[in-house]
C-alpha cells in the first residue's frame, strides 16, 4: 500500500500574521470624525478583524457609542474608554486624538475598512487552516471533512458578509416599514423607501423603485427607452437624489441637451442648428440655470465596463453621501476588461457574459443599497407578433436578465408621429416582484424628446376627470376592533379602469397576459 507523507512543517511561528494598521488608523479616524462614516464601516467591520487589541477597543466604543444614541466623536468615545477603565491601555485622548488627525477626509472610510477586513479574513484562513492541522491528528472526530465543510462554510458567510436574521427583529422592521409606507399612501404620497420615477402613470403600478433592486427598461432601437430613462433620472435629480448614468451610446452633451430641451420645451433640431428663437433661446439658458446645481453625473465611453461602473459609483456614493438611481444604458454595449476577453473568446457564448453582467448588476444594487435602472435591447422576434406588444421571452440574449430583475418594463409602439409631432408609446409592467403587473400609456414629443405622462394630468375619480391634484384618496377602513389581525377589508372592483381622460389604462394582469 502507498505510504503518503505528512506535508512539511508549516512553520508559522516566526511569521507575522496579515495585517494593515494604516488601514486601521485610516478607519478609527474617518470614524471619529463623521458619524457617517461609522454608520457606513459598521456594515463593513466587526471589532475582531482589526489586528492592534487596542484598535478593537476603540472601534467597540465607537460602536457602543453609537448604538447608544451618540456621536460616536473624541468625547463621547474616550468617555466611554474611561468608564470601561480603558482609556490608558488604548494610548489616552491623545491617541485618539492624533487618529483623528491622522486622515484629511473621511471619504475613504469604506476604502480603508475593506483592506482591515480583507487581512482579517487572510488571518481567519490561516488559523482555520492550523486548526484543520491539529484535527487531522485528532482521533476523536466521527466525521473530520464534515467538521472542516461548516468551518470553511462559517468562514465563507462572516467574509461575504452572510448571516442569519432572527424572524423577530425582522418582523419589527417589516411592521415599522408598513406603518411608514401606510402613513404615505393615505396622505397621497409615495412610500418613503422608494423611489419615484417622476411618472404617476409607472409609479401606480412599481409602488416606486426601491433600494437594491435592478430594474430593467427594454425596447426596440428608437421607441425611446434612452429618452425615458434620462426623463427618470432627471426628475429623480430634481427630487434632490443622486443620480449616476453611464452611457456606452450617447455622450454626456447629447443627453444634456434633450434634457434641456425637454425642460425648456425648445425644439431640439432648432437647438442643433441655431435657429432657435429668443424666447426659446431664454427659456433653454432657464433650464440650464435649473440643472446647474442638480446632483447628476455623466459617464460616457462606448467601452465602459462593469467594472468602471462600480468604481465610477462608488466615488460618486463618497462625494455625495448616497445615490438615488444609476442608470446604464445599455446592458448589451458594456465592454470588457482584458479578463473578460479572454472569458469571453474561451466560452465563446454571449449568452453567459450578458448573464455575468445582469448578475453583476444586481450585485452592486445591493452593495450600494441603490435601485439600478439598466436599459436593453430586446430580440427581432418582438417585430413579428401582431401588435408588437414584448413578452419576457423577448430579452435579447439572456433569461438570466428576467430572472436577475425585480422589476422589467417593456415599452413599444408606433414610430410614426403626427403632425404636431406626438406618438403614443405603451408600457407595460411585466415583471414585478412583490407588486402588481399592468399597461400603461406615455405620450411621445419628438422634438423635444421628452416623454408626458398623461395621468400626471387628469385622472378619474368617482366617475369623472379631474385633476390629479383635486382627487382625494378612499378613505382608511376603519379600525379593527381589539384582537382582530387580519379583518376582511375589500377594495372597489377595478380590475380594468379608465384611468385618465386619453384613455390611458391601467389593469392588474395575470402571468399569462
Same mark, same amino acid.
Given at each position: 500500500?502507498?505510504?503518503?507523507?505528512?506535508?512539511?512543517?508549516?512553520?508559522?511561528?516566526?511569521?507575522?500574521?496579515?495585517?494593515?494598521?494604516?488601514?486601521?488608523?485610516?478607519?478609527?479616524?474617518?470614524?471619529?470624525?463623521?458619524?457617517?462614516?461609522?454608520?457606513?464601516?459598521?456594515?463593513?467591520?466587526?471589532?475582531?478583524?482589526?489586528?492592534?487589541?487596542?484598535?478593537?477597543?476603540?472601534?467597540?466604543?465607537?460602536?457602543?457609542?453609537?448604538?447608544?444614541?451618540?456621536?460616536?466623536?473624541?468625547?463621547?468615545?474616550?468617555?466611554?474608554?474611561?468608564?470601561?477603565?480603558?482609556?490608558?491601555?488604548?494610548?489616552?485622548?491623545?491617541?485618539?486624538?492624533?487618529?483623528?488627525?491622522?486622515?484629511?477626509?473621511?471619504?475613504?472610510?469604506?476604502?480603508?475598512?475593506?483592506?482591515?477586513?480583507?487581512?482579517?479574513?487572510?488571518?481567519?484562513?490561516?488559523?482555520?487552516?492550523?486548526?484543520?492541522?491539529?484535527?487531522?491528528?485528532?482521533?476523536?472526530?466521527?466525521?473530520?471533512?464534515?467538521?472542516?465543510?461548516?468551518?470553511?462554510?462559517?468562514?465563507?458567510?462572516?467574509?461575504?458578509?452572510?448571516?442569519?436574521?432572527?424572524?423577530?427583529?425582522?418582523?419589527?422592521?417589516?411592521?415599522?416599514?408598513?406603518?411608514?409606507?401606510?402613513?404615505?399612501?393615505?396622505?397621497?404620497?409615495?412610500?418613503?423607501?422608494?423611489?419615484?420615477?417622476?411618472?404617476?402613470?409607472?409609479?401606480?403600478?412599481?409602488?416606486?423603485?426601491?433600494?437594491?433592486?435592478?430594474?430593467?427598461?427594454?425596447?426596440?432601437?428608437?421607441?425611446?427607452?434612452?429618452?425615458?430613462?434620462?426623463?427618470?433620472?432627471?426628475?429623480?435629480?430634481?427630487?434632490?437624489?443622486?443620480?449616476?448614468?453611464?452611457?456606452?451610446?450617447?455622450?454626456?452633451?447629447?443627453?444634456?441637451?434633450?434634457? *434641456? /430641451?425637454? +425642460? !425648456?420645451?425648445?425644439?431640439?433640431?432648432?437647438?442643433?442648428?441655431?435657429?432657435?428663437?429668443? %424666447?426659446?433661446? $431664454? =427659456?433653454?439658458?432657464?433650464?440650464?440655470?435649473?440643472?446647474?446645481?442638480?446632483?447628476?453625473?455623466?459617464?460616457?465611453?462606448?467601452?465602459?465596463?462593469?467594472?468602471?461602473?462600480?468604481?465610477?459609483?462608488?466615488?460618486?456614493?463618497?462625494?455625495?453621501?448616497?445615490?438615488?438611481?444609476?442608470?446604464?444604458?445599455?446592458?448589451?454595449?458594456?465592454?470588457?476588461?482584458?479578463?473578460?476577453?479572454?472569458?469571453?473568446?474561451?466560452?465563446?457564448?454571449?449568452?453567459?457574459?450578458?448573464?455575468?453582467?445582469?448578475?453583476?448588476?444586481?450585485?452592486?444594487?445591493?452593495?450600494?443599497?441603490?435601485?439600478?435602472?439598466? *436599459? /436593453?435591447? +430586446? !430580440?427581432?422576434?418582438?417585430?413579428?407578433?401582431?401588435?408588437?406588444?414584448?413578452?419576457?421571452? %423577448?430579452?435579447? $440574449? =439572456?433569461?438570466?436578465?428576467?430572472?436577475?430583475?425585480?422589476?422589467?418594463?417593456?415599452?413599444?409602439?408606433?414610430?410614426?408621429?403626427?403632425?404636431?409631432?406626438?406618438?403614443?408609446?405603451?408600457?407595460?409592467?411585466?415583471?414585478?416582484?412583490?407588486?402588481?403587473?399592468?399597461?400603461?400609456?406615455?405620450?411621445?414629443?419628438?422634438?423635444?424628446?421628452?416623454?408626458?405622462?398623461?395621468?400626471?394630468?387628469?385622472?378619474?375619480?368617482?366617475?369623472?376627470?379631474?385633476?390629479?391634484?383635486?382627487?382625494?384618496?378612499?378613505?382608511?377602513?376603519?379600525?379593527?376592533?381589539?384582537?382582530?389581525?387580519?379583518?376582511?377589508?375589500?377594495?372597489?372592483?377595478?380590475?380594468?379602469?379608465?384611468?385618465?381622460?386619453?384613455?390611458?389604462?391601467?389593469?392588474?394582469?395575470?402571468?399569462?397576459?
Amino acid at each position: 500500500m502507498e505510504r503518503r507523507e505528512l506535508p512539511a512543517e508549516l512553520g508559522l511561528v516566526d511569521r507575522v500574521p496579515p495585517q494593515d494598521l494604516d488601514a486601521e488608523i485610516g478607519v478609527l479616524g474617518s470614524c471619529l470624525v463623521s458619524p457617517e462614516a461609522a454608520e457606513r464601516v459598521s456594515e463593513i467591520l466587526a471589532p475582531e478583524d482589526f489586528y492592534r487589541q487596542a484598535h478593537a477597543e476603540i472601534y467597540r466604543a465607537v460602536l457602543r457609542t453609537q448604538r447608544g444614541g451618540y456621536a460616536p466623536d473624541l468625547i463621547g468615545v474616550s468617555s466611554y474608554l474611561r468608564e470601561k477603565g480603558l482609556l490608558d491601555t488604548c494610548g489616552g485622548y491623545e491617541y485618539l486624538m492624533d487618529l483623528a488627525a491622522s486622515i484629511p477626509t473621511a471619504g475613504h472610510a469604506e476604502h480603508y475598512a475593506r483592506s482591515v477586513r480583507k487581512v482579517a479574513a487572510q488571518r481567519e484562513l490561516i488559523n482555520l487552516g492550523a486548526r484543520l492541522v491539529e484535527r487531522g491528528f485528532a482521533q476523536d472526530l466521527d466525521d473530520p471533512l464534515d467538521w472542516a465543510a461548516g468551518e470553511a462554510t462559517r468562514l465563507a458567510d462572516r467574509t461575504t458578509g452572510a448571516e442569519y436574521h432572527r424572524i423577530g427583529d425582522v418582523a419589527q422592521r417589516v411592521v415599522a416599514e408598513m406603518e411608514e409606507a401606510r402613513k404615505a399612501y393615505w396622505s397621497g404620497n409615495i412610500a418613503p423607501n422608494r423611489l419615484p420615477s417622476g411618472f404617476p402613470s409607472l409609479d401606480d403600478l412599481t409602488a416606486g423603485f426601491a433600494p437594491g433592486q435592478m430594474i430593467t427598461l427594454a425596447a426596440r432601437p428608437s421607441v425611446g427607452k434612452s429618452a425615458f430613462a434620462m426623463d427618470i433620472a432627471a426628475n429623480v435629480a430634481r427630487a434632490g437624489k443622486p443620480v449616476i448614468a453611464f452611457s456606452a451610446e450617447m455622450q454626456a452633451e447629447e443627453l444634456v441637451s434633450r434634457v *434641456l /430641451s425637454g +425642460l !425648456s420645451g425648445a425644439d431640439g433640431r432648432s437647438v442643433m442648428t441655431g435657429s432657435i428663437s429668443d %424666447d426659446m433661446a $431664454e =427659456s433653454f439658458h432657464e433650464a440650464a440655470r435649473v440643472v446647474q446645481g442638480l446632483p447628476f453625473a455623466i459617464y460616457d465611453d462606448s467601452n465602459i465596463t462593469l467594472r468602471t461602473i462600480e468604481r465610477k459609483a462608488r466615488r460618486f456614493k463618497a462625494e455625495h453621501g448616497e445615490i438615488g438611481l444609476i442608470v446604464i444604458d445599455y446592458l448589451q454595449l458594456l465592454g470588457e476588461t482584458a479578463e473578460e476577453y479572454d472569458r469571453k473568446r474561451a466560452s465563446s457564448n454571449r449568452n453567459e457574459e450578458i448573464s455575468r453582467l445582469s448578475r453583476g448588476i444586481k450585485n452592486l444594487a445591493k452593495a450600494l443599497k441603490c435601485p439600478i435602472l439598466a *436599459l /436593453s435591447q +430586446l !430580440s427581432r422576434e418582438v417585430e413579428k407578433r401582431q401588435g408588437g406588444e414584448p413578452q419576457l421571452s %423577448d430579452l435579447r $440574449e =439572456s433569461g438570466s436578465i428576467e430572472q436577475d430583475s425585480s422589476t422589467v418594463i417593456f415599452l413599444w409602439g408606433p414610430l410614426e408621429t403626427d403632425a404636431a409631432g406626438w406618438r403614443d408609446v405603451s408600457g407595460k409592467v411585466a415583471k414585478n416582484r412583490g407588486g402588481k403587473l399592468g399597461r400603461f400609456l406615455m405620450r411621445f414629443f419628438g422634438p423635444t424628446t421628452k416623454f408626458h405622462d398623461p395621468l400626471s394630468q387628469s385622472v378619474w375619480s368617482q366617475g369623472e376627470v379631474k385633476p390629479r391634484y383635486q382627487t382625494q384618496q378612499t378613505p382608511p377602513p376603519p379600525e379593527q376592533p381589539p384582537g382582530v389581525l387580519l379583518a376582511p377589508h375589500t377594495p372597489p372592483d377595478a380590475s380594468f379602469t379608465e384611468r385618465t381622460s386619453r384613455g390611458c389604462h391601467v389593469k392588474d394582469m395575470t402571468i399569462d397576459d
